[in-house]
């Protein structure tokens, strides 16, 4: 089974400020992966997928890069409504693995 | 708009059953794959099954595998769960999800909350 490991698992920013957080695989997912981002008591909504591609209607200010068993989300110029948990996951083979998830915090 | 809806959530004892249904709208059922995801009470998210499109295939998290079956009706748009001997360790928010692109999950469910408990 292929194992999600993001860091860090919580980060604290300010509005306009630019975060990224990271997710490794355990083996090469190619560009198998998907960021999803939750609030609290909210379902999860789908922000990245294909590693880069950004989701119809995802504001431009997330982007994702990041191939193989590397992947970096990237969020320019924090927004009120940015801070909550983010997950990543894999899509390559079953079981289709999340990470343990980044909260994102305001200091 | 897509639109997934849980029920048949609730309090079960353990080794108990419970069927969850999700019932879809807003995109042709019978062309994509389907899933499930749950989240225990303050945990990050697991998934748990996939079925394919034409129900043909079905994956399964080795947590739960030979306890819990995802089927799917295409004549109602009409995702299921089949849950047997659960465990406390079951609690958890249950998601519906679609997919796209295979496995890709692009749309989720509000969920619907399992308690497994005596």
């Known amino acids: 089974d292929i194992q999600m490991t993001q860091s860090p698992s919580t980060l604290s920013a300010s509005v306009g400020d630019t975060v990224s957080i990271t997710c490794r695989a355990s083996q090469n997912i190619h560009s198998w992966l998907a960021w999803h981002q939750q609030k609290p008591g909210r379902a999860p909504k789908l922000l990245i997928y294909k590693a880069s591609s950004l989701e119809s209607g995802a504001p431009s200010r997330f982007s994702g890069t990041g191939g193989g068993t590397g992947f970096t989300l990237t969020i320019t110029s924090l927004q009120p409504d940015d801070f909550a948990t983010y997950y990543c996951?894999?899509?390559?083979?079953?079981?289709?693995?999340f990470g343990q998830g980044t909260k994102l915090e305001i200091k | 708009q897509v639109q997934l809806v849980e029920s048949g959530g609730g309090v079960v004892q353990p080794g108990g059953s419970l069927r969850l249904s999700c019932a879809a709208s807003g995109f042709v059922f019978n062309s994509v794959g389907m899933q499930w995801v749950r989240q225990a009470p303050g945990k990050g998210l697991e998934w748990v099954a996939f079925i394919r499109y034409d129900g043909s295939a079905q994956h399964y998290a080795d947590s739960v595998k030979g306890r819990f079956t995802i089927s799917r009706d295409s004549s109602r748009d009409t995702l299921y769960l089949q849950m047997n001997s659960l465990k406390a360790e079951d609690t958890a928010v249950y998601y519906c999800?679609?997919?796209?692109?295979?496995?890709?999950?692009?749309?989720w469910g509000q969920g619907i909350l399992v308690t497994v408990s005596s």
């Open positions: 999800a679609k997919s796209r692109h295979g496995p890709l999950i692009d749309k």
């Open positions: 996951q894999q899509y390559d083979s079953y079981p289709y693995s």
